[in-house]
């Protein structure tokens, strides 16, 4: 049996994520890159199909590496480095407003003790 030659293999990789079959997709595009490891669109089909943010930025750090003009990959980078930005001040808020809320709490429970102690 003939194996696929490098195009035929990465059709069929694509054709297997567009369909859904995602680890079978991965399995296929680590091939095309066994055979060419600076194949651009390749990792960027590894990108899309990532188990993890942290995959996900790695195969779309390496296709910046192949080609620094991917504006694609770069965007993408961008886009991730925003929302983890974005979780990050959303957290800070949460939780400044409860460290908030306890002073205000603190502040009038002491004031409201002070108010009524009995002078002398």
């Known amino acids: 049996m003939v194996s696929p030659n490098r195009e035929e293999l990465m059709d069929m990789a694509v054709r297997s994520a567009k369909q859904g079959n995602k ?3 991965r399995v296929m595009f ?3 890159l066994d055979r060419d490891s600076k194949n ?3 990792v960027m089909w590894l990108a899309k199909l990532a188990n993890s943010p942290t995959e996900r930025k790695q195969w779309l750090e390496r296709a910046l590496s192949i080609n620094p003009d991917n504006t694609t990959a770069a965007n993408a980078l961008q886009k991730m480095a925003d929302n983890k930005e974005e979780k990050a001040n959303r957290t800070l808020i949460t ?3 409860y460290v908030i809320g306890a002073l205000l709490v603190f502040i009038t429970v002491f004031t409201a003790m002070w108010a009524f102690a009995p002078l002398g």
């Open 95 to 97: 939780y400044g407003t």
């Open 23 to 25: 680890d079978s997709a």
């Open 30 to 32: 680590r091939q095309v």
């Open 40 to 42: 651009e669109r390749a």
